[in-house]
């Protein structure tokens, strides 16, 4: 066994792909069905068998083992995705170099980015570090916030990383680690952080992938300024915080959305651990997927300022483009997230959040303050800015229900209400495809993919089958019966392996149908859908010969009808006594 094969044998899909979607177990199947974190829906299509260690998304029609779900979805090489399974899971990954240059550069910035993070907090606790520390305790940062979250200081004269690096990592993977810049006006290379405080950005493993940082001397412009896009940092693609907070998500079936890492240090610290941040960016739909995964329901608390509600109204729609239910808080007094909880408490501030009222009512209130309510008009301009938000509900009652609300709330006429939105729901559900097989035919596959008894009893004789090759899902069959003939013990994979996607297609719908069969009920439907295509065969061997004593009779041999006549009526007395001999459970 190669060392991916002992791998995978080791560790468990479902626990691995749990770890970034929320999978419901389908009864007493071994089925696990979740949202597809590939694509936007509502209805989960995305399913994971237990037994094949294999996922497929019937929306969007991803699917593979363990690893191709870690490289699909932390976008990383084979190699890397069979290194982070292997390390999560304890497996002591053998020695070797990594082959592809684009995962050799990864590896190299991770290592940096690793040491970097020692670096700063390093100096954050060292002399160097004082004014910092002092600013962290002005906003009230306990020193156990500071070691949680990876606080830490970059050098302020601004060569600290670069004599690190210099010795250990070549000049280009200097060049590509957004940690240190090339100098323009002489050779070599310069920190590109200095002075700041530095909060570490991770992925969803829990990895250091880039570096957020706030200016602390006066007059150290911007404010705030990110790690740029690396190899490793696509800041579009990551939530800051949501590797501590998914857990918590899912827990609590809903997440915070405030704007700032000091927000959701302060949020986290006083015990309200589902909480994340967008990086520095206008609030991206990857992002809002990553959160999807773990919970649909979300509570956006940005700062209350014109800027804060702002970018709320732009994320609000965002949310609700990939489908989030929103609920949107508020806090009186200017107060944003990190404030108010220390100003108010965790348990205010949780109450607050439970309270937090639906979108639609932050949305009225904003077009009311928007929009001159005593005329007419106005009030119609109010709900104009506020009809694409109701229009994305896609449920039609509740999209009426919010309409006629919001409708008398504004004072707007309920009828023009209806007429705005009777022209119809935007959303289009993909249903799962259903597959073309015949029932029979998918309940053999399915049983002889469950039942090593089933595969070793009933794959010889079905095997010589005429009836075989007028299958759907024949080229499953044959691969499935080369398999058989090799001896080797199966494997899902190898049968996946030897297929085209549309016979893959077959297989996954024949592996996920609803068909729940231990491995001795199995045994029984296998041996029954053979008995079954056994009768069918005979039946039409029984007809065939029908035709051929009718022709033999028009062209005038005699004894060549009568000889077939008695064949006939020997193989259909064999088919009517096996028939009731059986008595199966399939029709
Ligand atoms: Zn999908």
């Given at each position: ?121 390093n ?38 990383l ?36 530095m ?16 200016a ?21 693609y ?41 990086c ?48 949107v ?24 959040l ?9 949305l ?13 008009e ?13 229009q ?14 919001v ?13 705005h ?65 090799d ?5 899902f ?29 199995a ?10 295509f ?27 009808a ?26």
């Amino acid at each position: 066994m190669d060392f991916a094969e002992q791998v995978k044998s080791s560790v468990d899909i479902v626990k691995v792909i749990e770890q970034y979607v929320r999978l419901k177990k389908a009864g007493g199947s071994p089925r696990y069905t979740g949202l597809c974190p590939f694509h936007t829906e509502k209805t989960p299509s995305f399913s994971v068998h237990s037994t094949h260690q294999f996922y497929k998304c019937f929306g969007c029609g991803q699917s593979g083992d363990l690893f191709k779900f870690v490289m699909e979805i932390e976008r990383i090489s084979f190699f890397e995705a069979l290194k982070l399974v292997a390390e999560r899971n304890g497996i002591a990954m053998p020695k070797r170099e990594y082959a592809d240059p684009e995962a050799k550069l990864r590896a190299a910035l991770t290592e940096m980015h690793e040491i970097a993070a020692g670096v700063f907090q390093n100096n954050l606790n060292g002399p160097v570090g004082a004014q910092a520390r002092q600013y962290l305790a002005s906003r009230n940062v306990a020193t156990e916030q500071i070691a949680e979250f990876g606080l830490g200081l970059s050098d302020p004269s601004g060569n600290q990383l670069v004599r690190q690096f210099e010795s250990r990592f070549t000049p280009e993977q200097l060049e590509h680690s957004g940690l240190v810049a090339k100098r323009q006006e002489s050779a070599g290379f310069y920190d590109y952080f200095r002075g700041r405080l530095m909060f570490p950005i991770h992925n969803e493993s829990g990895k250091v992938i880039g570096f957020g940082g706030r200016a602390l001397r006066p007059g150290d412009e911007p404010k705030y300024m990110n790690s740029r896009e690396t190899a490793l940092y696509r800041k579009s693609y990551v939530l800051y915080n949501l590797h501590r907070a998914k857990d918590a998500v899912r827990k609590s079936d809903f997440s915070v959305l405030v704007e700032g890492y000091m927000d959701v240090i302060g949020v986290y610290s006083a015990g309200v651990h589902n909480v994340v941040a967008s990086c520095g960016t206008a609030l991206t739909n990857t992002q809002v997927r990553l959160l999807k995964r773990h919970s649909d329901r979300i509570v956006v608390n940005f700062d209350p300022d014109t800027a804060g509600a702002n970018a709320a109204e732009k994320s609000i729609q965002m949310l609700l483009d990939e489908g989030l239910r929103v609920r949107v808080l508020e806090l009186g007094g200017d107060l944003d997230p990190d404030e108010y909880v220390k100003a108010s408490g965790a348990d205010a501030y949780r109450q607050r959040l439970e309270k937090a009222p639906v979108y639609f009512h932050w949305l009225a209130d904003r077009a009311r303050q928007k929009f001159d309510m005593r005329t007419v008009e106005g009030r119609m301009d109010a709900f104009k800015f506020l009809a694409p938000a109701i229009q994305r509900i896609s449920d039609r009652l509740e999209r009426f229900a919010v309409a006629n609300d919001v409708a008398d709330y504004l004072g707007v006429d309920e009828k023009l209400v209806r007429d705005h939105f009777s022209k119809g729901a935007v959303e289009h559900p993909a249903a799962p495809r259903r597959s073309q097989m015949p029932a029979t035919e998918r309940l053999l596959l399915h049983s002889l993919l469950a039942s090593e008894a089933a595969r070793a009893q009933v794959i010889p004789e079905l095997a010589g089958m005429s009836a075989v090759q007028r299958f759907v899902s024949r080229n499953v069959f044959q691969a499935l019966f080369a398999l058989q003939s090799d001896g080797a013990p199966f494997r899902f994979s190898d049968l996946e392996g030897r297929l085209s996607e549309a016979d893959r297609d077959l297989l996954s719908a024949a592996v996920f149908a609803d068909d729940r069969l231990d491995e001795k009920m199995a045994l029984r439907v296998a041996m029954d859908c053979l008995e079954k295509f056994k009768t069918l065969e005979s039946e039409s061997e029984v007809a065939s010969l029908r035709a051929q004593a009718k022709a033999a009779e028009k062209a005038g041999d005699i004894q060549e009808a009568m000889r077939l006549n008695a064949l006939m009526t020997q193989r259909d007395e064999l088919r009517r006594r096996s028939r009731s001999a059986l008595g199966g459970v399939v029709h």
